[in-house]
Nanobody
Framework: QVQLVESGGGLVQTGGSLRLSCAASGRTFGRYAMGWFRQAPGKEREFVAAISWSGGTTYYADSMKGRFTVSRDNKNTVYLQMNSLKPDDTAVYYC????????????????WGRGTQVTVSS
C-alpha cells in the first residue's frame, strides 16, 4: 500500500497563488507517475496534471496549461504550483499515482490521497 498525504490548500483571493504538496509513503518502490486531480462541488473529478517518475515528462489538462506547474523531487513528493487562481479553481485537489503519465491522464489510478481543499474567493 502507498499512502498519499496532501497539504498546502487554503483560501486565496482571485489572482493569487497556492502551492500544493503531496508526499508518498509506504510501499513506494518502483517507478510511478504522480499527479493531481480536482473535484468541484457537484462536478465529476477531473484530471489536472501529471509528472513522470524521472520528472522529465509532464502532462496537463488544457485548461490548466500556463497557470499550473507540476514538479517532483526525491521521487516521492509532488508539487502543484497554481498561479492566477480563479473562483472556478475552487475544488478539492487530490494527489494520485499511476504507472505512467498517460495512464493518469486516462484515469487509471493506483492510489489516491484524501484531498486538500482550495477555495478561491472573488
Amino acid at each position: 500500500q502507498v499512502q498519499l498525504v496532501e497539504s498546502g490548500g487554503g483560501l486565496v483571493q482571485t489572482g493569487g497563488s497556492l502551492r500544493l504538496s503531496c508526499a508518498a509513503s509506504g510501499r513506494t518502490f518502483g517507478r510511478y507517475a504522480m499527479g493531481w486531480f480536482r473535484q468541484a462541488p457537484g462536478k465529476e473529478r477531473e484530471f489536472v496534471a501529471a509528472i513522470s517518475w524521472s520528472g522529465g515528462t509532464t502532462y496537463y489538462a488544457d485548461s490548466m496549461k500556463g497557470r499550473f506547474t507540476v514538479s517532483r523531487d526525491n521521487k516521492n513528493t509532488v508539487y502543484l504550483q497554481m498561479n492566477s487562481l480563479k473562483p472556478d479553481d475552487t475544488a478539492v485537489y487530490y494527489c494520485a499515482t499511476a504507472s505512467t503519465t498517460q495512464a493518469m491522464g486516462l484515469g487509471t489510478i493506483d492510489y489516491w490521497g484524501r484531498g486538500t481543499q482550495v477555495t478561491v474567493s472573488s
